[in-house]
């Protein structure tokens, strides 16, 4: 039995958002499990420094039109947020916390969390619209706010954070297969083949 | 008769490098010609505040996995330039130096440096190693030295990188079809559906 896919990510990254809505199908089709790991891209940048799309001369603006044309490309519905990025400290949490009891359920947390933000412009950095969220599935939302505060829960979104650093992860989405690195929705033509042909 | 697609390059950029071996013939599979326009993204980057990618922590190392990884994907031969990156006003200006006389031969020359740096390690930031290129495809050696050194072509090659910077190019290979900008070799799947089936 393979190890799983590593599938890392930032809640506020529309590229992540595009990566969540392919990346089990594709896996799948190769017979292949995966682990994801969101992560918090801000702690990230502290340590590469760089900075959120939007703050960046020239390609935050070729970044917007981009997202929406990719979006169209991919057929995946979007509609950019009013408040962009976010802290995403909230939704990664919840998901840690679920991950331990149900990871399918997680997963499932885990696109119902972007496709609030992504598509319904909800605000998934506020604890009540993740446990808002996590309760349409569901999941009870006093656990959930509960997760959220909680110093253990916290404690293991910094250390998946840290771990993924220590990796090598820069941005989102990430994805390691067998120790080989893939950054960008945009290397998903490489997984492909890399998967159905092995390494090249 | 449609506009020409627009190709930003520097020299110095490997995805501008794989970016130059395919934008032709994708280009001419679509009834399109395309006007290479040479960049510095020096000069770019003291705009939008970027550096080259060897320096940037983390993500440099997976730049330098990923190139080689994406030359074999493209199957487009690749060995990683001993001096990297190189400053490239030389074979810029040689190349809009030839354009203004033969556009064809022109890309042709722009071909034969980004090989000669990108698989024979030669430093094409040398005016020497320049002419030498050019003097092997039947240009005289001393005629291109003379045109690196003109004060005319190096203004050129100024006011075609500000021009490149008003127009949002922030990066390389940058590609401009009928307004629209495509940043990326790997937004050549991009392009290719644009080209074929039109606005998306």
New interface residues.
Partial sequence: MPSPIEFYFDYSSPYGYFGAMKIDELAARHGREVSWKPILLGA?FK????RPLPS????G??AR??IE??A??HAIPIRHPSKFPIATQAPARAFYWLSDRDPAQARQLAKSLFKAYFIDDRDISTPDVTADVASEMGLARDEVLAAISDPAVKERLRHETDAA?KL????SPYVVIDG??F??V??F??IE?WLGQGK?
């Fill in positions: 990230v340590v590469t420094g760089a960046l001369p020239l390609k603006d070729y039109r981009d044309r990719s169209r490309f650093i090598g992860v820069f941005g080989e690195p950054w960008g945009d290397r033509d490489q083949r090249f």
